[in-house]
Structure formats: C-alpha cells, structure tokens
C-alpha cells in the first residue's frame, strides 16, 4: 500500500474484503481523524464493505495544539484564510488521489464527508476536482470563496449539506446561501436545518448521512 500525504485514522471493511467503496471524513478545527471516526464506526456496520478514512488535517490548531485545522479560521484574515484554505485544498485532494491508487477504486466510488472547517474544505475539493467523486456529505460548514469556487467548478456530485438551527460558531444563514449558491450553478443539493442543535453532528444529522450514503454510494 501507499504512504498517504495526511496522518489518518482508518476502519477497515466490516466484511474484510476489498473495499467497493471508500469515505473520507474530515473534522473540524481543532480535532483530528479519531474525533470524526466515531461517525465512521457507526456507519461501518450498514456499509461493510466500504473503507473509512479520517485524516488529520495538515496542521496543528493555532488555539488546540493536541488537535488540527485546515486553516488558521480564528486570528487571520479574510484572505489569508483563502490562502491557507488552498493549501489545504490541494493536500485533500492528493490525499483523495493516493485513496484511488491505493484500493484501486474509481472516484465514482468515494463519498467525501466533512465537518465545521472540514465541511468548507471538503466543498472546494469536492466541486474543483476534475475526477467526479459520487457525493459530498457537509455538517456545519459554509463556502469560503464564492467566486473563485464559480471560476474553478469541475465536478458536480450529488450533495447534502446539514447544520444545526442554534449554531453561533458557523451561523446557520450559511446553508441557505450556499444552497442558493449551488443551485445557482446547476448542482444537486439537498439541505436540513437540523432544530435543536448546535455547532455538532447530533443522531438525526448521523442518519441522515447514513441514508444519504446509501442511496448513492450502494
């Protein structure tokens, strides 16, 4: 097998086969890939032949140092964090590719999951890559850079985007722009405000992804 780019947290397939499927989740700001794999564990049993893949992202939480972001989204400015965020993006993406080469999948067969920070980064990568991955599952998260991500759409997976109505990290106006955004430019997307909840992923938005999963990705 190949090395990856990122640090990650892998479930294998429940089935102990070869992966038909693979999904990459990816945290928020200052956790890592065993925080979001929790998710993946309650998944794995409904997708045994799916692969699970958390990574860390590529650098260590300005405020959290036992954990990582993407980008430094708390001290920075507007467009450093558009910088930063590229970087990020590009990693990703590599990260995918060695995903592909490694259990010799189509992209057809990888859903890409994030959360927070991890759900901003997964939208760039999901929508910019030139390799169309089935779909793209995001929690809490928002879109970063509207016009650039308009000027760099290469891929158009089906989406499901989730956020909790009481968020004040990521306020919950964020969904409904980005699915007027999205819809904007001719993009299947679902979306849920999830009532009740705050900056987290709570048993119903876990469902849902669950169904969403399965829908598309069996």
């Known amino acids: 097998m190949t090395s990856y780019i990122l640090d990650v947290t892998s479930i294998l397939t429940l089935s102990k086969n070869k992966p038909k499927q693979a999904i990459v989740l990816c945290h928020g700001y ?25 990574p860390n992202a590529p650098e260590i939480c300005a405020i959290n140092p036992q954990g990582y972001q993407w980008f430094d989204s708390i001290s920075e400015k507007e467009d450093v964090i558009f910088e ?4 990020a993006e590009e990693k990703l993406s590599k990260f995918l590719d060695q995903v592909f080469d490694n259990f010799q999948l189509e992209p057809i067969n990888l859903a890409l999951v994030g959360f927070s920070q991890g759900c901003m980064i997964s ?42 109505a009481n968020d004040t990290i990521v306020p919950p106006t964020h969904l409904l722009e980005a699915k007027e955004y999205l819809k904007s430019h001719k993009l299947k997307i679902k979306t849920k405000l999830l009532d009740n909840c705050e900056h987290r992923i ?12 399965k829908k598309n990705l069996l």
């Not at 930063?84 to 970087?87: D, P, W």
Request: proline share 4%; net charge positive; aromatic share 8%.
């Open 30 to 54: 200052g956790g890592d890939g065993k925080d979001i794999s929790n998710l993946a564990i309650n998944w794995q049993r409904f997708l045994p032949d799916a692969i699970f893949l958390c």
């Open 84 to 87: 930063k965020s590229l970087i």
């Open 123 to 164: 939208i760039q990568v999901g929508l910019k890559k030139k390799e169309q991955i089935n779909c793209l599952i995001g929690y809490s998260g928002k879109i970063i850079n509207k016009k650039h991500l308009s000027d760099n759409i290469n891929s158009r997976p089906k989406i499901f985007l989730m956020h909790g």
């Open 202 to 213: 709570p048993v119903e938005g876990s469902s849902l992804g669950l169904g969403f999963l």
